[in-house]
């Protein structure tokens, strides 16, 4: 079975502190992990996949087999970050593929 | 085009009633979903179409009915639905890449949701 798990419902950090929001999994086969971003009154959108390895406004996240962890982290945030964070795990299930969403973690970055 | 869009953005209904949320996109993609998203909640998964092909149901009450009439096309017929239906009900579609084992599902890109009220 497929699970995501976000283990901080609020964080709450001061602008350009560094920031790490935290994502472990569980799947039994090599999934695809994602970081969604959604902001105040915007649609869902990507932030970033494990699979690019690339950094997105600052983030980066590095897939962690062996702690099948995937942690979203940034050295200095800003104000703009803040925001609801999800990550998500894509993976074959019967039928098909799937992608299901951590409980997500919002991110308050103070002025 | 490189956006999933929805219509209608807000619909309140009786539980006798029938209606139908829409979804359409232009990017080609082959793979569509529609996620139920209860407030302060993350998006859960309902179906699955890839290929026009219903693929996956998780254990959806038959009272949504979903329908892929073309590869740009999603709908969700709502009958008889229950106040706890209430919710923002959201589509996205992403590429299938790749065959066999190689195949992901890719980036999904997201519509902005219909905000559904049942009374």
């Known amino acids: 079975a497929q699970r995501v798990t976000q283990p901080e419902k609020l964080l709450s950090v001061f602008k350009g502190a560094p920031v790490e929001l935290k994502c472990n999994y569980s799947?039994?086969?090599?999934?695809?992990l994602f970081w969604y971003v959604q902001y105040s009154r915007q649609r869902l959108q990507l932030l970033l996949r494990?699979?690019s390895r690339e950094s997105i406004k600052g983030f980066t996240a590095d897939l962690n087999k062996g702690e099948t962890s995937f942690h979203l982290k940034k050295p200095f945030a800003q104000e703009e970050d803040s925001a609801m964070y999800y990550c998500?795990?894509?993976?074959?299930?019967?039928?098909?593929?799937?992608?299901?969403f951590g409980a997500g973690t919002r991110l308050f970055v103070k002025a | 085009d490189t956006e999933v869009t929805q219509t209608p953005k807000h619909l309140v209904m009786g539980m006798t009633n029938k209606k139908s949320l829409k979804c359409e996109q232009h990017?080609?993609?082959?793979?569509m979903y529609w996620y139920k998203q209860k407030a302060k909640k993350p998006p859960e998964l309902m179906f699955v179409?890839?290929?026009?092909?219903?693929?996956i149901n998780e254990s959806v009450p038959s009272r949504f009915s979903p329908e892929c009439p073309n590869s740009s096309l999603l709908n969700l017929h709502l009958h008889a639905l229950q106040p706890e239906d209430s919710a923002l009900y959201l589509c996205?579609?992403?590429?299938?890449?790749?065959?066999?084992?190689?195949?992901?599902?890719?980036?999904?890109?997201f519509g902005e949701g219909s905000r559904l009220t049942v009374l």
């Open positions: 996205a579609s992403s590429q299938n890449l790749g065959l066999g084992r190689a195949r992901k599902a890719g980036e999904l890109f």
């Open positions: 799947y039994s086969g090599s999934p695809e």
């Open positions: 494990h699979i």
């Open positions: 998500a795990l894509s993976g074959r299930s019967t039928g098909g593929f799937k992608t299901i």
């Open positions: 990017m080609g993609h082959r793979a």
């Open positions: 179409y890839s290929y026009e092909k219903l693929s």
